[in-house]
């Protein structure tokens, strides 16, 4: 490296830095600012309900747009081009199901948690304990992933290349820093301000992540004179796979020569994943307690359309920033940083940035997209830390333990607690979980909300017969289910990138579960229901009339 390089390799580093600690700065005190408006238990679960539709529906889209979207999202389709885009469209036209069948009747129907509406008809203390096991579990696995996407930065962020050290740090220790550090804000921002501080951060870190972004895309389009059909064909040629690049069947539904069987489970796992990424947004416990800072439901339909509209044109933009980073970066130079791919977009930046005006403006743009990232896991990791702290607060403490008997000051302190506890939880697995793309992880929590979460919520509000006893088989079957095939199946093990390399149980042939856990989780609740003679139809009226006309919603739910 000669000393100009090593110049610019420090700015680099400097430029980083300084935007990394401007933007955690910023977001701190919109948090210490958030606390002290945090009084009830209201203002910490729900942030006192007082956001407007817009103002949720950036803060629903800064949910979403997390470290898959702009690092998973981008590496896949960097990778494997056509197929990569389906997480795109997966992710996109699974809002529809939220929009039609959970936003209005949820926040109707509930008060601060998904629990409120599963247990509202049936014995609480149980139907709620299943409720905050299912949104621990769910929240675990998308916490993984953004954790995974902020070791996977910090590396690159840090110019930390293989054989050197940036103080006294190699790439793999800068890695488990990054996450640490990450865990540790994601706990402040909870702690502190609660839902209000959290969303305050969402909202501000949607604008930074979309003009992000936005720069990054234009500026890619500007090199190809705006012209994508030229893009995705240097993309095609750059990748080495050719036209296959740009057609199904790279990555998914495979088609293995001589080998039919193979070449079915191949095919099996593409409808799996589209099962899991189109059904498993209404199930998420991060996304379904946004529905609950609005003021009514009205509000709560109007912010998913405008989160819809936002979700909806980042999407379109990863689409040229995967087709951008294959073309102009390259296959070789994206999984030499990251096997998985995850840094492509990053890398993208710098690229383009070089070509536009030199190293230094590689650098910056580096800097800028990496800080925007770096915003976006920072939103979803608190948005999934405080769907978790809450569930566990209001539907296991409150409900369970003191049988609806705690104070909204003793309910906000255990969830405090519960926020630091999940905190390190998720530090702690993400460490194991880095040779994983973060896309693919996401992809695993949404299977386990659309078996476990869905089936019985959508039952809960829409079937009369619908049960105690068929909630907890519902719930139970469906994340056991999930859980379970992912366990035995090659993303724990007999892969080269499992998380258990040097072992091999995997009996279970794909790695999505949704295929067969959806529809055991809907099995399961169908026949605990039948198994129990447990009816309360009036319970059942009741709701429906709460869910239609939001009678009764701004009233405390039953414990």
């Known amino acids: 490296m000669t000393l100009a390089q090593e110049a610019v390799s420090e700015g680099s580093r400097v430029v980083t830095l300084v935007l990394f600690g401007l933007m955690v700065a910023a977001t701190l005190g919109i948090t210490v600012w958030a606390s002290r408006a945090t009084r009830t238990a209201t203002d910490f679960h729900s942030g006192g309900r007082g956001f407007s539709p817009l103002q949720n529906g950036l803060a629903i889209g800064s949910d979403y747009m997390s470290a898959a979207s702009f690092l998973g999202i981008a590496g896949i389709i960097a990778l494997f081009g056509y197929d990569g885009f389906l997480y795109s469209i997966g992710f996109l036209v699974a809002w529809l199901v939220a929009l039609l069948l959970v936003a209005e009747l949820l926040r109707n129907s509930g008060r601060y948690t998904m629990g409120d509406v599963l247990s509202y008809r049936m014995r609480q203390r149980p139907v709620r304990t299943a409720a905050a096991v299912s949104t621990v579990v769910v929240s675990i696995f998308y916490l993984l992933a953004q954790m995974v996407g902020a070791g996977a930065l910090i590396a690159l962020l840090l110019g930390i290349q293989p054989g050197e050290t940036f103080l006294g740090m190699d790439a793999e220790v800068a890695k488990i820093v990054g996450i640490v550090v990450v865990g540790l804000l994601m706990t402040t921002y909870v702690t502190l301000g609660g839902m209000k501080g959290t969303t305050w951060v969402q909202i501000v870190k949607a604008v930074i992540l979309m003009s992000g972004a936005a720069l990054l895309t234009v500026l890619t389009l500007s090199l190809y004179g705006f012209n994508l059909g030229a893009l995705m064909s240097d993309a095609a040629e750059a990748s080495a796979n050719g036209a296959a690049f740009l057609e199904p069947g790279l990555r998914y539904g495979v088609e293995v020569a001589g080998d039919p069987v193979q070449t079915m489970w191949n095919k099996l796992d593409l409808i799996s994943l589209g099962l899991a990424l ?176 869905l089936p019985t919520l959508l039952l809960s509000l829409f079937w009369k017969r619908f049960n105690t006893a068929g909630a907890l088989a519902g719930i139970y079957g469906g994340l056991i289910g999930a859980v379970g095939l992912v366990f035995f199946s090659p993303v724990v093990s007999g892969s080269e990138n499992a998380l258990i390399p040097g072992a091999d149980f995997a009996w279970f042939p794909i790695p999505n579960p949704a295929l067969v856990s959806v529809p055991l989780g809907l099995l399961c609740a169908v026949v605990g229901t039948f198994l129990s003679k447990e009816r309360d139809f009036d319970k059942f009226a009741t709701l429906q009339v709460r869910a239609l006309t939001g009678a009764g919603a701004e009233k405390a739910v039953q414990h």
Request: charged share 10%; aromatic share 6%; proline share 2%.
């Open 278 to 453: 189109v059904l498993g947004t209404a199930g998420l416990p991060h996304i379904l307690i946004r529905f609950y800072t609005v003021p009514d439901s009205q509000s709560a339909r109007k912010s998913v359309n405008w989160g819809i509209g936002l979700i909806g044109t980042f999407y379109l933009m990863t689409l040229v920033l995967g087709f951008g980073a294959a073309a102009l970066v390259g296959h070789e130079a994206i999984t030499a940083q990251n096997a998985a791919g995850n840094t492509a977009a990053p890398q993208l930046a710098q690229t383009v940035g070089e070509s536009v005006g030199g190293q230094i403006a590689g650098s910056v743009m580096l800097a800028l997209i990496a800080s925007a990232a770096f915003a976006a896991i920072l939103s979803t990791v608190a948005g999934l830390v405080i769907a978790s702290s809450s569930s566990l607060a209001h539907d296991f403490y409150n409900s369970v333990l003191r049988r609806g008997k705690a104070s909204g000051l003793e309910e906000v302190r255990v969830a405090r607690i519960a926020a630091m506890a999940i905190g390190a939880v998720a530090v702690v697995l993400a460490v194991f979980a880095q040779g994983l793309n973060v896309a693919f992880l996401v992809a695993l929590a949404f299977a386990v909300a659309a078996s476990a979460n």
